[in-house]
Structures are given as structure tokens and as C-alpha cells.
């Protein structure tokens, strides 16, 4: 497993990381790399002794670990390890590891693309603008484009960090500020009144989805501080719907994987208004704390959570056979 990282998610990824290690399937032995917040990279025993010899990834003279590990896990969250950036690595290093490559990681933490390939499946989503932090745009511009509320979001961030729900036009500069610390992309999204729906997916080329979920959020909306911190939200799960919506939704989430082309598993987020769906965001390495809904909706699709970490790691060397086929 490799958890912890340089993204401002580095604990949430710690605390992912521990739920993935007590569940972890018998026959496998997990080894533990943890990358510090400034990046160095440590053996460690475990999730929770952090303390170990510092050492560079790559090159490798010197080190056995392509002996010792037989496949390697990510569960970094946000940049730095759910972009791209670590499954370039691992793909110059040629070992094997769970979860999507590089483009599906990359297109799945990048809210601007990712929506641009949800449209081009022909998935709806909710109007949206993308900013450049050197970008000049006006407020009336956006006045016509937008009604209010809106969302601003970093364009490269998960775990709600960053956003902000704007309702009145005189928050918007200092919530496009708060986005801007955290990336040089912002996009701005129509708010609309709409339950939030989640769906979990599982596999390479035939992904199958989970039974959805629903997010009852304690605040305006589901945000860091109630993810992880307070822990009031509710959840149903499975969340009761209609045999029409429940499989469209399903489909989507699906259609969703497939769009910026996901590997090995991921979650998709979705909002319901009325009967009208909108895909919001997919996440390539999703929470996997003990309250993430990725395990949980597993959990009642028949699927516990150590053999779900073990069905996991058999779809990461089934991918790794046929791309090494491939080559």
C-alpha cells in the first residue's frame, strides 16, 4: 500500500489506508510505503507507526522491492497520487498496481476535463464554467450565464477542499480566491436543489456498478469538515428508488467509468433532481474509511470489504498481464 502523500487529503489517505490494512484478505501480506507531506517516501510497519528510513523511489540499485512486492496499491487522494502523477511512476518503473492508469487518473481528478469527457459520452451534467486564475471574467457575464446559488471548486482537488457555495454575487471574488489557492483552475457550477446520489464501480473491461447510495449532508452541502470531522451526515444505503432511476443511474456510472477511461474500480457522484440526473464528478481512488460509501455499497451488493480489497488486487494484475501481453 502506498498512502499519505503531498495534497492537502494526506490524512483523509491515512485514515483510508488503516480501514484497507485491517481488512486486507488472508494469503496477502501488506507492506506499507508512506510518502510524507513533503514527499519523502518511508517503509513503514503500518498505518499507524509512521516512523521509518527515508528512501527515493526510483532508481532502483540497491533495493529488492521488485522482489518483495508482487503489486503495488495507491491510496493517495487528491494530487500527487490520484492524478496521474504516482501511476506515471509506477508505469516507469514497469511494476504493477491497482486502479486506473494515467490518462483515467489524470481526466478523473481534473473537474474541467472530466466534465468535458461526460459530455462527450453524451452523460448530462449541470452547466458549468472553467476560470484561469489570469483570466479575466465579469460579473455580468456570469450573471447571465449562472443563477445563484453556484458552486466554485478547484479544478484539481477531492474531499470537498476548497469549495464554496456562493449565494450572493458579493462572495463570489473571495470564493474564486479560495479556489485559486488551491489550483490555477477553477470551475463554477449552476447550484441546483437535488439529493445527492452515489454509485461505486468495479472493474477493467466489463465494470459493473454497485447499488446506489444517497448522501443526506448535515450542512448546505457535504463538505470536508462533515466528512471527516464531524461525521453528522446521513446515509442511506441502499437508497430506495424507483427500478427506472436506479438503473439509469447505474448505466450512467457506468458510461461514467468508461468515459475517462477508469480502471479496477471508482465512485461516481451524481445529483437527483426529481427525476432528472446530472453526473457530477467520478473519483479513480475514493474514500476508504470506515464511513466511505465505496466499501459500504459494496458491503450491499454482496461484496464485504476484504474480498472486495482482494477482488482489487486481481483486477490490478489482470490489467498488468494483458498491458505487458500487450507490449
Not at 469538515?225 to 464531524?230: C, G, M, S, T, V
Request: proline share 6%.
Amino acid at each position: 500500500m502506498i498512502f499519505g502523500g503531498r495534497s492537502s487529503e494526506h490524512e483523509i489517505s491515512i485514515i483510508s489506508a488503516k480501514s484497507v490494512y485491517k481488512n486486507f484478505p488472508r494469503g496477502y501480506e501488506p507492506v506499507c510505503i508512506y510518502i510524507t507531506k513533503e514527499g519523502k517516501w518511508k517503509f513503514v510497519k503500518n498505518p499507524w507507526e509512521l516512523e521509518g528510513e527515508e528512501f527515493s523511489f526510483l532508481p532502483w540499485e540497491g533495493r529488492d522491492m521488485k522482489e518483495r512486492i508482487d503489486i503495488y496499491f495507491p491510496l493517495l487522494h487528491g494530487p500527487f497520487g490520484e492524478d496521474g502523477s504516482l501511476q506515471g511512476l509506477l508505469e516507469l518503473a514497469e511494476v504493477p498496481y491497482v486502479g486506473s492508469g494515467i490518462l483515467g487518473s489524470a481526466l478523473g481528478m481534473d473537474k474541467a476535463f472530466m466534465k468535458m469527457a461526460f459530455e462527450k459520452e453524451g452523460l448530462p451534467v449541470v452547466n458549468y464554467r472553467v476560470i484561469r486564475k489570469w483570466e479575466e471574467v465579469s460579473l455580468e457575464e456570469l450573471k447571465r450565464e449562472f443563477s445563484l446559488p453556484v458552486f466554485v471548486k478547484p479544478a484539481n482537488l477531492g474531499s470537498s477542499v476548497g469549495i464554496t457555495k456562493v449565494k450572493s454575487w458579493d462572495e463570489l471574488s473571495g470564493a474564486l480566491q479560495e479556489a485559486f489557492s488551491h489550483d490555477y483552475k477553477a470551475v463554477v457550477e449552476q447550484g441546483v436543489e437535488a439529493r445527492e446520489i452515489e454509485c461505486s464501480v468495479l472493474g477493467n473491461e466489463e465494470p459493473r456498478a454497485s447499488l446506489p447510495g444517497e448522501v443526506i449532508p448535515y450542512r448546505e452541502f457535504y463538505d470536508y469538515r462533515d466528512k471527516y470531522i464531524e461525521g453528522k451526515t446521513k446515509f442511506r444505503i441502499p437508497v430506495k428508488l424507483s427500478p427506472e432511476l436506479e438503473g439509469r443511474i447505474r448505466e450512467y456510472a457506468v458510461r461514467a467509468f468508461r468515459a475517462v477511461e477508469a480502471w479496477g474500480f471508482a465512485r461516481v457522484d451524481f445529483f437527483l433532481e426529481g427525476e432528472k440526473i446530472y453526473v457530477n464528478e467520478i473519483n479513480t481512488i475514493p474514500g476508504f474509511t470506515e464511513i466511505s460509501m465505496f466499501p459500504k455499497l459494496w458491503e450491499v451488493s454482496g461484496l464485504p470489504f476484504p474480498k472486495l480489497v482482494e477482488k482489487l488486487i486481481e483486477l490490478g494484475f489482470e490489467r498488468w498481464e494483458k498491458w505487458r501481453r500487450k507490449g
